[in-house]
């Protein structure tokens, strides 16, 4: 069974640094598109950043040039590096993948549990 795990996640100040990481587990055979999405108590979810290389990347207009998005593809691993963090960054974000378990079937979308990132002072 495919698992993300994700983990990084706590409580910051305005202007700190957090660096979430998400790891796809179990047996599969390969992972294609990942990326971040954040829910806030009382919004939707919303896309924060998508990779499918390094120079495939996507963010949303809201933090662009704060957040960078990188894969280790040896370790099915996608980080999210977290930096000038806001109040309104504070959301729970949830780790997601495409990912084809066998080489005949369809890539699958993942979900990870969600860790919680708190921006306050």
């Known amino acids: 069974q495919v698992r993300l795990v994700e983990s990084g996640g706590g409580s910051v100040q305005p202007g700190g640094s957090l660096r979430l990481s998400c790891a796809a587990s179990?047996?599969?055979?390969?992972?294609?598109?990942m990326g971040w999405y954040r829910q806030a108590p009382g919004k939707q979810r919303e896309l924060v950043a998508v990779i499918i290389s390094a120079s495939s990347t996507n963010y949303a207009d809201s933090v662009k040039g704060r957040f960078t998005i990188s894969r280790d593809n040896a370790q099915n691993t996608v980080y999210l590096q977290m930096n000038s963090l806001k109040p309104e960054d504070t959301a729970v974000y949830y780790c997601n993948a495409n990912i084809k378990a066998t080489p005949t079937t369809w890539y699958l979308e993942h979900w990870g549990q969600g860790t919680l990132v708190t921006v306050s002072s």
């Open positions: 179990g047996s599969f055979f390969d992972v294609n598109r």
